[in-house]
């Protein structure tokens, strides 16, 4: 089963799409234009229902097979942009300043539309498609929101699947894995008070940036010698903010950061090590040292057997060489996660060949995936539901 035909004369029309989308980029819960287009042509599609804010501004729309009763399967795919200034320079770049869809997720939305297109023709399925179009991936937990608002209940999904765009991978190909896929995610602010005063007297004071310096550093000795090497660990200082004037030492500085795992036994060290490391610098010098700590999303867990049926799928449409079905884990965090929680499911990526990496001001997808997306999730759904 290689690339559907279908598919392929789609994918003028569903880049055209994308394009669109990728011009109006929208963030967060805020993406209110997105989900009208999407909204627009599942009802365009003939979907039997489409029921819009869940989880504040996503939306779900069924479509119901022709062959048949049988259980229904979630397809997910997300829909915010980045607060990005966009340089690609592309005739369709973003008119929105400080908003881009740099992560791929016009790609995404497009291709799932595609693949409801086609479903929605043919109905060559017994049970019933939910496509599943969720706000607030970059950091706001949409996919959580969703989970929490009865999704999975209200349209009885018993599996889920998404799938997600990836630079470095060359098109045509597909890398997935069963167990952890992607990290769980928490994000760190740490506030050091200590005696501001003149730089040149720097003796009567208590530095506040000289203790935060020394605390970036110590930060990086959870992942060198709090933890066992062998157990992937990211923890990243990503902010330092401080200080006004060259000659003034300031009272205050505020550092923030992420901590990316693959196990909660880590995450649970990684937390316990910042807290400690910053009461012994406070001790040592003398100031007050306030950590907030927030876990954010958890781990991305494959369950091995949806995962060995994505794979499958995969390879009946680019053929087995191209399926990495034992893909090294990312250290990013998703948010689909809390689906998977929630449900059976699997997550998988496809290649976006050689492009610049996500979250850059000059990534763009590639319109050359649509096709194999698209013919991904079609097959996927009328192979889960066959009569």
């Known amino acids: 089963m290689p690339i559907l035909n279908r598919a392929a004369e789609m994918q003028e029309e569903v880049t055209a799409w994308r394009r669109h989308l990728h011009q109006n980029p929208e963030l967060n819960f805020d993406v209110f234009g997105t989900a009208d287009f999407v909204t ?39 829909m915010d942009a980045l607060p990005i200034n966009e340089a690609t320079g592309l005739p369709y770049a973003s008119v929105k300043p400080g908003a881009m ?24 399925f017994a049970g019933t498609v939910a496509v599943i179009f969720q706000p607030a991936e970059e950091g706001g937990g949409g996919g959580n929101e969703m989970v929490k608002d ?17 630079p470095t991978l060359p098109l045509g190909q597909f890398a997935t894995r069963p167990g952890p896929i992607m990290a769980a995610t928490a994000e ?11 730089a040149a007297i720097p003796q009567l004071t208590i530095d506040p940036i000289v203790i935060g310096a020394e605390l970036i550093g110590a930060l990086q000795t959870i992942a060198s010698r709090s933890t066992n090497p062998i157990e992937p660990i990211v923890v990243s200082v990503t902010k330092f903010h401080g200080g006004d004037a060259y000659n003034v030492i300031p009272e205050r500085v505020q550092l923030a950061g992420t901590v990316r795992t ?42 091995p057997e949806e995962t060995i049926f994505a794979g499958d799928v995969a390879a009946a449409i680019v053929g087995e060489p191209y399926v990495h079905r034992n893909a090294p884990p990312l250290m990013g965090g998703e948010d689909f996660s809390y689906m998977l929680e929630a449900r059976p499911g699997s997550f998988i990526f496809i290649g976006n060949g050689d492009s610049a990496n996500l979250h850059h001001p000059k990534y763009d997808f590639n319109d050359e995936v649509i096709p194999h997306g698209v013919s ?9 539901l066959a009569a």
């Open 40 to 78: 627009g042509k599942l009802h365009e599609f003939g979907c039997d229902e489409v029921v819009t804010k869940i989880g504040r501004t996503g939306l779900v729309g069924v479509i119901r097979g022709r062959l048949g009763d049988g259980p229904t399967i979630g397809l997910r795919a997300d």
């Open 101 to 124: 869809h740099a992560c791929g997720h016009d790609g995404h939305t497009a291709m799932l539309l595609g693949a409801a297109k086609y479903l929605a023709e043919t109905r060559n």
């Open 150 to 166: 009865g999704m999975m209940e209200r349209f009885a999904i018993e599996k889920v699947f998404g799938m997600h765009n990836m």
């Open 188 to 198: 760190f602010t740490i506030t050091i008070t200590g005696k501001g005063g003149h």
């Open 262 to 303: 693959l196990k909660k036994d880590v995450a649970a060290v990684a937390e316990a090590r910042i807290k400690a490391i910053c009461s012994g610098l406070a001790a040592t010098y003398g100031a007050a040292i306030h950590v907030d700590y927030n876990p954010n999303y958890p781990v991305t867990h494959n369950h």
């Open 376 to 384: 991904y999730w079609v097959r996927l759904a009328e192979t889960a």
